[in-house]
């Protein structure tokens, strides 16, 4: 596959994954509004975060199976002591950075969050070219252009 392919699939598991994020969101944000019974971010963060594992853990086992054994890892060639050591850095990045998301999702309105987290993802997207030196052409170029301003402009109409 090139940059230029396009897969509906995988178009429509993005789109998935957005709605889901953002009702993720504008739900957790409804559990810290200042009442009594609310959840601070932090155990709000918790609570998800061990009930996504319950959830997916099995099912992930029952589809892929156990494929990270030492011996599997070996035998395809890779160091176990590497693989291990970046899947846990990786494991703590990702966290931090779903901890800080939940602060200040307590700080700010989930629209707010939303429009934000957009802006990140075109900033990836140009940081990730630049960086990698990937040739883009005038059509995704295009494609990442209305994506920032489709952001901009989203951040107009809401102020």
Same mark, same amino acid.
């Given at each position: 596959?090139?940059?230029? #392919? $396009?897969?509906?699939?995988? $178009?429509?598991?993005?789109?998935?994954?957005?709605?889901?994020? +953002?009702?993720?969101? *504008?739900?957790? /944000?409804?559990?810290?509004? /200042? /009442?009594?019974? #609310?959840?601070?971010?932090?155990?709000?963060?918790? %609570?998800?975060?061990?009930?996504?594992?319950?959830?997916?853990?099995? @099912?992930?086992? =029952?589809?892929? &199976? %156990?494929? $990270?054994?030492?011996?599997?890892?070996?035998?395809? &060639?890779?160091? %176990?002591? +590497? *693989?291990?050591?970046?899947?846990?850095?990786?494991?703590?990045?990702?966290?931090?950075?779903? +901890? *800080?998301?939940?602060?200040? =999702?307590?700080?700010?309105?989930? %629209?707010?969050?939303?429009?934000?987290?957009?802006?990140?993802? @075109? &900033? @990836?997207?140009?940081?990730?070219? !630049?960086?990698? &030196?990937?040739?883009?052409?005038?059509?995704?170029?295009?494609?990442? $252009?209305?994506?920032?301003?489709?952001?901009?402009?989203?951040?107009? !109409?809401?102020?």
């Amino acid at each position: 596959m090139t940059e230029v #392919s $396009f897969n509906w699939a995988g $178009f429509w598991s993005a789109m998935a994954s957005n709605l889901t994020n +953002q009702s993720r969101n *504008v739900l957790s /944000k409804k559990f810290m509004v /200042k /009442k009594e019974e #609310s959840l601070d971010n932090i155990t709000l963060f918790s %609570v998800i975060t061990i009930m996504s594992f319950i959830l997916s853990a099995p @099912v992930s086992i =029952l589809m892929e &199976g %156990v494929k $990270f054994t030492p011996s599997i890892l070996q035998s395809v &060639g890779l160091n %176990v002591n +590497q *693989v291990y050591t970046r899947s846990f850095i990786a494991a703590l990045c990702f966290h931090a950075y779903q +901890q *800080v998301a939940y602060m200040l =999702l307590q700080r700010v309105s989930p %629209v707010t969050h939303s429009v934000g987290n957009c802006v990140k993802r @075109v &900033g @990836v997207i140009v940081t990730s070219v !630049l960086f990698f &030196g990937t040739p883009v052409s005038p059509i995704n170029s295009l494609g990442v $252009f209305c994506d920032a301003m489709c952001v901009c402009d989203c951040d107009l !109409l809401s102020a």
